[in-house]
């Protein structure tokens, strides 16, 4: 657990400012760097203590076999799992002839800030070592947003009262040291020394190192160049080994003296290029690199951060915290996706070797909700990546005896590696979450080129596994059995509410863009019957409602199961006290699922449903999902619980910097990081686009006086300003001039001659606030519920 | 498979009339010795060419890590693993300087029969060496039934046309080589090399072996002694090393001179007792068999099976291959229990290393039924391990957050071993069918001093299971769910009407035990208010019934799901061939499940039901557990299709002797075993016992003419014969001398005085045959339907 003093709250930065060695693993993943492309955990620069080492580079990983003890038809024989490669962060300080490590001597002061602004992590230190000499060491580090293969650091070392002579090794190292796994099956299986040295060379003031994985056969290089600045005689050398390239710089500096180096890395990998072609690749991403030079990489840094705020920033005035978090979300957010270029987006993006590093539904389901409002680029590219597994998907299908694309539950190349398939497989759902993604990015951006290019026919090979999947009852009903929902805590069931509305939007929506594209369907061999026969289902689609409670079933027969004794336990999470087989069978909820439905598909719940279903639901939803709570925030607001919303936003947008879920250290949750976007947008702001239309309802909460957030919708760049009373629409700029937005239900037709002003009428909740299970309340926000002082409660 | 050519159809024996290697590996387990404590393969004396080496003793086992891609919590962690053991079996010969090794050479005459009134397995073999030497060998071997830790054999040696020099190696050899896993998850993980040497001692003219698993600390010994017999110099020399014992006689014979040698072979083992405690007591047991001696062994064998027949016997007039195949049924069924003792009774006994050599259901829910009516002792000793383990059943249910006892779903020493769950821990009927074994114990022997001694607190604790996973609904309704059946290809549903039919037994019964032991119920913490809950659910039991269609649904909502689509699978068993999903959620059945709880509830269920529920789901069950051809023949017989029936009969019968299910090579299959035994007594004798009353209804198919059965029940003997015009009930002994039994649903008191001779109607079904699907037919009795000849059909 990261306390609240561990890092300030400031609207553009998170700033430590004491190095707590407890919660080292977590601040490493909370000030990971990353492109989309290379991930740089935030280690110390000098390499160790370290939580968990890591640099990553985007779907560069590691085949290793799934072993069962009962294996099964269909189970996934091999897993992949996320690399840590090649290390370029390390620069090992001596001090004269004592290695700086903040475990000795004495550390007068630590301080780490991640800018949102600047893309920068900046680390400054103040050592007095062992033997009495203090330096000061400043370090910047970037991934570089505007060139995808390129970080680089500039590491600065101060001499203070007393000549020093400093020498620093700045290293490429393989195959490093890492951590026993925990016994936790939700972190990643950690592979040792997985890399083959292929090829080694010195270039320039720096060094090449090339390796292979053993059995996936993928091949990385890692090259690194210096440039160093010292007044005096400085002397410079490089030795390279099939595992470890050291530059070692050494020179005397003298009080006020300041030896500044600039290491610039490069990374590259392929699974089909030749040794030369990648290593001269990564030769070149360097010579890139020195071209631009330090300033110049800061310059376009900075620039590329400028263009994403001015379309992604949510100002929240009145609580700093989520403030802050919200930030600090969207630029993870944008460092996952930025250059992953029809590569996966992982749950953890390039933070950590969580979940084996592994993409789920969270990318379509919560990551590209945000970029396709905010950077629809990235959300194209990481829908182009899904395009491209599709034939895996296809075969998948055929080898489960199903019809169309099977897309895998958990992968990083596309295969399926999800060794468990109630929870796998059967979670058929992500398959319409990456349809309704490819709808979403045509709704909202109002580009129907990507559909024409590769979404057409993961339309059209979804909507074939659903029909294949689901059938008619005697009666005409279309069920979908032996399915499972978001909520892991009901698995293998009947009807799931949210997978059924998914699977019915899926098989319309490849309907609809059959219709759209004739000749590209016809030449998939769609036929009018084909088309014909996936309305039918969408429209007979059974949704289990129970007349006697009023309320929806997350799938059939939910509300009659028994309900979970809450008090008997009261461990969480829930799956490492319980098993499943009692947790499926009771009504206890993992995360969000009926309530997902009811956001995604608005239009097909009516408010006092919506209410009801809240109601009910909340009561048996314990978030051991870190997916859940931007969920609840965003129905709770609608339904008119706002302050409740607000904690549920809270604790979506804290998830990392307060370590919430106490696996922070893997790596960061990206999609709870989006739902903190999402519970402000699409809660406070009421965003919705299931019916194709821009739809807004703000309301805030007590606790936020203003909110101010801005979406791109068909080209348009809006600005919407809510205040308690009022909301205000700003148009800012986009084709035609004038766009019609829903707004509270009613058509509103916005231009971007000026500003709209509309009062808002006080959200009336049809229910009080309702009861979670006892001890899941959410996460209170700390500023908002101030405990009393003594003196007061004495009063 | 094995081609109705590879052994002869004889009633009291299985004869193999020449050596076909390629089915080695099925007749070492036809042909498979055992007192359910001892269990030695088939191997050849020489010790090759093997199929699977294989020597056991009773729940001597290593433990194994049950390894899992994704954990998840309560899933067990080690697995038990039956061991092949110190091998006593080998016996090899050199004929000069010549191996007998039956692929050099020239086997004039090879057979092998199991007598089945004998207890023996005796081999002739007629070879000429690659030299031209002739001789024969006839070796006899037994594991005697009357002394639990012996086994014999009489090895003899011929020489034929000329002299011939005879060496004979007699071995114990540990840690023998085995044969690499098939990828099948129904085989057993073979273990290489378990056991670590102990002790080694030479003792007479033999030695002694002892060893230790490495894992689970379990201790054995093995020891051999040796007479030999034969005209002229002998000389008989020992040595022993760790994991070989080498007693070699080396002689010379004349044509027609005989070496015979009798080696006595006695095993042990023990968890707790020392070392020298082990070995004096496997050194007594030989001392003991040499005190019987050979003549003696073979005698005391012969004793035991006489009894064993005369309560047990089945004869089938009319089908020589099922008189056969129930009798070698039976054979197996008592070697595999008779001196069991208090340890448990393995799906393949101690046959082979299938399943692990794991214990399951198949005990309680078919073997026990008919040791109950055809040696009660040995059921009484197979409930006696039940109860010893109950403790281990309780700490289970704790993990599992459950109240009273879960036994385990697969397990040699009482630790579940099962590593997936929806078909393991979800089957929670195990603890019904374990229930209500002790109550037909109860019904069936007259006797409630089992049910004092140990069947009270399994009845109670397990009706405590019950009533902490089912739950009352707010209609009052009692519901069970995340329950799988005896179907395993429908998992985790709600309502299975089997196990809620056996759970609500399960509760009545403990209610009724408690009554009748009130001080001993109280003792156990049992209130009048438990009991009153135990019936108040047993009442309110939840039985699923599709109104429209007018039968039963396996599980709620059974009848609505989707049909399975017989003609796009056609490769079986369908588990090896489709996803768990997939099968789970469509109306395809691997075994009765259904049709079992109508066989085994018979009065929940009106004739009309039975005839509807037969005809609706023979149409979805595809057999491919060997645990459904006998309840389907069971049930077949009941609604009136005889001949149908028949046809299963057979199949239950013939699975080992015919290798239907191709994996007799890993051992037989007890629980299709006792099915034929099931198939003919409950099916064409059409006995119950749901009632508490010992009811029956014979009919009789086509194919049979005369069918005579014997039971016991409350002390009485009772011989049944049935023909197509009658039934002759012959009360032979029993205490008072009259007994009321049930026959066609009308009481009918019977005397030991003299037999009663009653009338049969024909029996007329209510509906037509019904079809299997495509493909699944079962296997035809080939005796029954031969092809016509070609000049026939020419006509």
């Given amino acids: 657990m990261i306390t609240e003093e561990a890092f300030t709250v400031e609207p553009w930065h998170v700033r430590e400012t004491r190095l707590d060695l407890n919660i080292l693993a977590q601040s490493e993943s909370v000030f990971a760097l990353s492109n989309g492309h290379i ?24 085949v290793r076999p799934l072993p069962y003890a009962e294996a099964g038809y269909g189970y996934p024989e091999a897993g992949q799992t996320v690399v840590n490669v090649t290390n370029g962060k390390i620069l090992r ?44 060491i400043c370090s910047t580090r970037l991934v570089s947003l505007a060139h995808r293969a390129v970080a680089a650091i500039e590491y ?98 003298r009080p006020g003296q300041k030896l500044r180096i600039i290491k610039y890395l490069a990374y590259g990998w392929s699974s089909l290029r030749s040794r030369p072609a990648l290593r001269d690749q990564a030769a070149a991403a360097l010579t890139g690199a020195r071209y631009s030079g330090w300033q110049g990489l800061l310059d376009a840094q900075r620039a590329y951060l400028d263009d994403f705020w001015d379309s992604a920033d949510v100002e929240v005035e009145g609580d700093p915290e989520s403030q802050q978090a919200v930030r600090f979300g969207l630029f993870h957010l944008l460092q996952a996706s930025a250059r992953a270029e029809r590569r996966a987006i992982g749950a953890k993006g390039l933070t950590g070797t969580g979940y084996d590093g592994h993409a789920f539904w969270d990318t379509e389901a919560f990551v590209l909700p945000v970029l396709t409002y905010t950077a629809p680029r990235a959300a194209a590219d990481a829908l182009r990546w899904r395009a491209s597994i599709l034939d895996l998907a296809k075969e998948r299908a055929a080898q489960l005896g199903l019809a169309g694309a099977c897309f895998p539950w958990r992968t990083i190349r596309g295969q399926e590696c999800s060794a468990y398939w109630p929870a796998g497989t059967a979670a058929w759902h992500v398959n319409a979450d990456i349809a309704a993604a490819f709808e979403r990015y045509r709704v909202v951006t109002g ?27 005697r009666h005409g009903v279309w069920h979908l059995d032996g ?69 929806h079933q997350q799938c059939e027969g939910f509300t009659t199961l028994a309900e979970w004794d809450f008090t008997a336990h009261t461990m969480y999470p829930l799956l490492l006290h319980a098993p499943y087989v ?117 309301a805030l909460p007590d606790g936020i006086s203003d909110l101010r957030f801005r979406l791109r919708w068909h080209g348009f760049r809006l600005t919407v300003h809510v205040t308690h009373a009022d909301v205000t629409y700003t148009l800012r700029d986009g084709p035609g001039g004038s766009l019609t937005i829903r707004h509270a239900g009613e058509d509103l037709t916005l231009s971007t001659d000026a500003p709209c002003t509309v009062a808002l009428q006080p959200r009336v909740p049809l229910l009080p606030p309702p009861q979670q299970p006892p001890g899941r309340e959410p996460t209170r926000r700390r500023l908002v519920r101030p405990r009393l002082p003594v003196s007061s409660q004495l009063d």
Same sequence: chains 1, 2.
């Fill in 39 to 62: 991930g740089l955990r935030g280690n110390l620069d000098e390499g160790e203590p370290w939580g968990l080492p890591g640099t990553y580079l985007n779907s560069f990983y590691e």
């Fill in 93 to 136: 300080l001596f001090v004269g002839d004592e290695p700086f490590d903040v475990r000795y001597g004495e550390l007068l002061s630590h301080e780490r800030v991640l800018d949102l602004r600047a893309g920068t992590l900046t680390r400054h230190a103040h050592w007095r070592s062992p033997a009495g000499t203090q330096v000061k």
């Fill in 156 to 253: 600065v070392v101060e001499a203070l009262d007393e000549f020093v002579r400093v020498t620093v090794q700045s290293e490429l190292v393989t195959n490093e040291d890492q951590p026993e796994i925990s016994g936790d099956p939700r972190v990643a299986a950690v592979l040792e020394h997985p890399l083959e040295a292929v090829e080694h060379e010195q270039i320039g003031h720096g060094a090449l190192l090339m390796h292979r994985t053993k059995a996936s056969g993928l091949m990385m290089a890692a090259a690194m160049d210096h440039e160093v600045e010292v007044p005096g005689r400085v002397e410079v050398s490089t030795d390279a080994r099939p595992d470890l390239a050291r530059t070692t710089v050494i020179c005397g500096l």
């Fill in 447 to 473: 580009d129907d080129s990507l559909e024409k290019e590769c979404g057409l026919a993961v339309l059209v090979e979804t909507a074939r596994l659903w029909l294949s999947l689901g059938h008619h009852d």
């Fill in 483 to 551: 399915v499972t929902g978001p909520d892991e805590y009901t698995a293998v069931v009947r009807d799931n509410v949210f997978t059924n509305l998914m699977a019915a939007h899926n098989l319309r929506t490849a309907a609809e863009a059959c219709t759209r594209h004739p000749e590209a369907a016809h030449a998939m061999g769609v036929s009018t019957e084909e088309m014909a026969a996936w309305r039918h289902a969408a429209d007979a689609v059974h949704i289990p409602y129970d007349e006697e409670l009023g309320v």
């Fill in 582 to 698: 009692r947790l499926y069978s009771a009504q206890v909820i993992k995360q969000a699922d009926l309530v997902l439905a009811m956001q995604w598909h608005s239009h097909a719940f009516t408010p006092e449903q919506k209410a009801r279903n809240v109601d009910y639901y909340e009561r048996r939803t314990v978030r051991d999902s870190s997916l859940s709570a931007c969920t609840q925030a965003g129905m709770c607001a609608e339904v008119g619980h706002l302050d409740l919303a607000h904690d549920y936003a809270y604790e979506a947008a804290l998830i990392d910097l307060r370590d919430l879920h106490h696996n922070t250290r893997d790596g960061l949750h990206m999609a709870s990081l989006a739902g903190a976007w999402i519970a402000l947008v699409a809660g406070f702001g009421g965003v919705r686009d299931d019916e194709g239309v821009l739809s807004l309802n703000p």
